[in-house]
């Protein structure tokens, strides 16, 4: 049974460092990361390197029968499309070409950047999946932190190892609707945690993460697609 729910989000939680430092700790800081993230939609290769608040993120995956690349660092977000270098002047559009180019990278490295500083968080207690007792945390984003900034996300951890164990999330773009992941084939490279996962869901406008009992996910939910990761590779740096 769910516990009562923190009435404030707060930006620091036990459970969320625990995670963190058991998915991979410092090493999410200083390394260089490759990999193919792959679902029915094809696959998309994915490098990112991290030095401390330092990031440069280089995504190609398949767009409308073509292939687009996108770099993004702190200071600068380079776009192409089937090997044209495209200009992203206009704010609005460099902003959803980062974003474009985050969504691969973001969900394949939870729990890392749930401690952002737009990130709020309120622990909601426990709560039976599957037969287990998982702590769950529910995630809002500071408004205007991004092109995605209002949607809401769920996450279950194992309470003993605080390994994450499934995620959930609302979004508004196109029909809108939720999503439900379980992670599943765990495995440990170059010090960092890995996970496949079964991508679950339903569309709708104005559909709330709250929804999600275990009654709903069963009765309402389909199986959208299962997003794996191969080639992975992890250099640390010096």
């Given at each position: 049974m769910a516990?009562?729910?923190?009435?404030?989000?707060?930006?620091?939680?036990?459970?969320?460092?625990?995670?963190?430092?058991?998915?991979?700790?410092?090493?999410?800081?200083?390394?260089v990361t490759r990999f193919d993230v792959c679902s029915k939609s094809g696959c998309s290769s994915v490098r990112v390197t991290m030095d401390g608040?330092?990031?440069?993120?280089?995504?190609?995956?398949?767009?409308?029968?073509?292939?687009?690349?996108?770099?993004?660092?702190?200071?600068?977000?380079?776009?192409?499309?089937?090997?044209?270098?495209?200009?992203?002047?206009?704010?609005?559009?460099?902003?959803?070409?980062?974003?474009w180019a985050m969504q691969r990278v973001y969900f394949n490295f939870l729990p890392y950047r749930l401690n952002d500083p737009s990130v709020h968080k309120q622990d909601l207690g426990f709560e039976s999946r599957d037969g287990r007792e998982l702590q769950?945390?529910?995630?809002?984003?500071?408004?205007?932190?991004?092109?995605?900034?209002?949607?809401?996300?769920?996450?279950?951890?194992?309470?003993?190892?605080?390994?994450?164990?499934?995620?959930?999330?609302?979004?508004?773009?196109?029909?809108?609707?939720?999503?439900?992941?379980?992670?599943?084939?765990?495995?440990?490279?170059?010090?960092?945690?890995?996970?496949?996962q079964e991508n679950w869901g339903v569309e709708g406008r104005d559909l709330s993460v709250d929804l999600l009992t275990p009654e709903y996910v069963q009765s309402e939910l389909r199986l959208v697609s299962t997003v794996t990761l191969e080639n992975i590779s992890v250099e640390a740096l010096p």
């Open positions: 516990g009562a729910a923190s009435a404030i989000g707060v930006e620091r939680l036990p459970m969320v460092d625990r995670s963190i430092e058991y998915h991979g700790g410092e090493s999410f800081e200083a390394s608040g330092l990031f440069d993120y280089d995504v190609t995956a398949p767009v409308r029968g073509g292939k687009r690349r996108v770099r993004s660092t702190n200071d600068a977000v380079e776009l192409w499309e089937n090997g044209e270098r495209m200009a992203v002047d206009d704010p609005e559009r460099r902003q959803a070409v980062r974003d769950k945390v529910k995630v809002s984003f500071q408004s205007g932190s991004s092109t995605d900034a209002d949607d809401e996300y769920l996450y279950w951890f194992d309470p003993d190892t605080a390994r994450l164990e499934l995620f959930a999330y609302s979004y508004e773009s196109g029909e809108g609707g939720l999503r439900f992941r379980r992670l599943f084939n765990y495995r440990r490279v170059g010090g960092l945690l890995f996970y496949d």
